[in-house]
T-cell receptor, first 106, second 114 residues
Framework: KNEVEQSPQNLTAQEGEFITINCSYS?????LHWLQQHPGGGIVSLFM???GKKKHGRLIATINIQEKHSSLHITASHPRDSAVYIC????????FGTGTSLTVIP | EAQVTQNPRYLITVTGKKLTVTCSQN?????MSWYRQDPGLGLRQIYY???????DKGDVPEGYKVSRKEKRNFPLILESPSPNQTSLYFC?????????????FGPGTRLTVL
């Protein structure tokens, strides 16, 4: 049973394109995290959301708690954005999506 | 620099040979956790610790042991490794383990059990 579904699983974009990654979850949560995993394997936390919208540079994350859905947007994508993006809702524990693998081509 | 360190980064071993993967954090975090990551399955929690001497099972604890004798260290022990434990392992820590806390991840340990 998958508590977290991400789409798409794989995404290839041209540099400069606007990118959207979607996350739907079935569990009750208090917060949702977006993580970034680079090809070398390291994982860093990008956002923590409990409501509404957050923006860090070219990254924007939104969440709709009632609809159990979150999106991660990347504006003006760049090859250095190439990574796996993982959605991680947190209720009584962390749940993890399987990730969206993004490749941005120059 | 605030960080979570893991050692070793890469390990190839044979079935049944006990091994320990160390994890240390320098942020005085109460909460520490171990995850394994396998293709198509995402991150799965093995064990976690809310504080010194307090540990609990995650979703996939079979075949693993942990201890938390000091706040900064949280080693993962495989008493008798088997090939199905071949995986990429991550240690993580956060201030209290609360839903809003940022998790800091170690660099990962790639384990191969032959």
């Amino acid at each position: 049973k998958n508590e977290v579904e991400q789409s798409p699983q794989n995404l290839t974009a041209q540099e400069g394109e606007f990118i959207t990654i979607n996350c739907s979850y079935s569990v009750g949560i208090s917060a949702l995290h977006w993580l970034q995993q680079h090809p070398g394997g390291g994982i860093v936390s990008l956002f923590m959301l409990s409501s509404g919208k957050k923006k860090h540079g070219r990254l924007i994350a939104t969440i709709n708690i009632q609809e159990k859905h979150s999106s991660l947007h990347i504006t003006a994508s760049h090859p250095r954005d190439s990574a796996v993006y993982i959605c991680a809702p947190h209720g009584n524990q962390f749940y993890f999506g399987t990730g969206t693998s993004l490749t941005v081509i120059p | 620099e605030a960080q979570v360190t893991q050692n070793p980064r890469y390990l190839i071993t044979v079935t049944g040979k006990k091994l320990t993967v160390t994890c240390s954090q320098n942020m005085n975090h109460e909460y520490m956790s171990w995850y394994r990551q396998d293709p198509g399955l995402g991150l799965r929690q093995i064990y976690y610790s809310m504080n010194v001497e307090v540990t609990d099972k995650g979703d996939v604890p079979e075949g693993y042991k942990v201890s938390r004798k000091e706040k900064r260290n949280f080693p993962l022990i495989l008493e008798s490794p088997s090939p199905n434990q071949t995986s990429l392992y991550f240690c993580a820590s956060s201030l209290t383990g609360g839903p809003s806390d940022t998790q800091y991840f170690g660099p990962g340990t790639r384990l191969t059990v032959l």
